[in-house]
Nanobody, 117 residues
Framework: QVQLVESGGGLVQAGGSLRLSCAAS????????MGWYRQAPGKQRELVAS???????NYVDSVKDRFTISRDDAKNTVYLQMNSLKPEDTAVYYC???????????WGQGTQVTVSS
């Protein structure tokens, strides 16, 4: 089992910044990917950003050049730096940890990000 604890959500004005953190513990394997999904009210959950153990990153087009994902393997933590936030970024953000060999996902409890106009 892998446990994930998220932090860093909140309320911010448009144009502002937030940094999300997600710390993993438990049966941590190498060969994994970590990242963030988000779900806004009435919308499907979408992948925001991911980063593999090798440092390969992927972003949804709507956040490219605004969000940066990074990881600290010594702390088993993934970060999402969100700049130039827009009201449409408002959602619950969920951290995930994926074992690449099996594609099994573990999820955090979610953290609310609200961007006011």
């Amino acid at each position: 089992q892998v446990q994930l604890v998220e932090s860093g959500g909140g309320l911010v004005q448009a144009g502002g910044s937030l940094r999300l953190s997600c710390a993993a513990s438990g049966n941590i394997f190498s060969g994994n990917a970590m990242g963030w999904y988000r779900q806004a009210p009435g919308k499907q959950r979408e992948l925001v950003a991911s980063i593999t153990y090798a440092g390969s990153t992927n972003y949804v087009d709507s956040v490219k050049d605004r969000f940066t994902i990074s990881r600290d393997d010594a702390k088993n933590t993934v970060y999402l730096q969100m700049n130039s936030l827009k009201p449409e970024d408002t959602a619950v953000y969920y951290c995930f940890w994926r074992r690449l060999a099996t594609l099994r996902d573990y999820w955090g409890q979610g953290t609310q990000v609200t961007v006011s106009s």
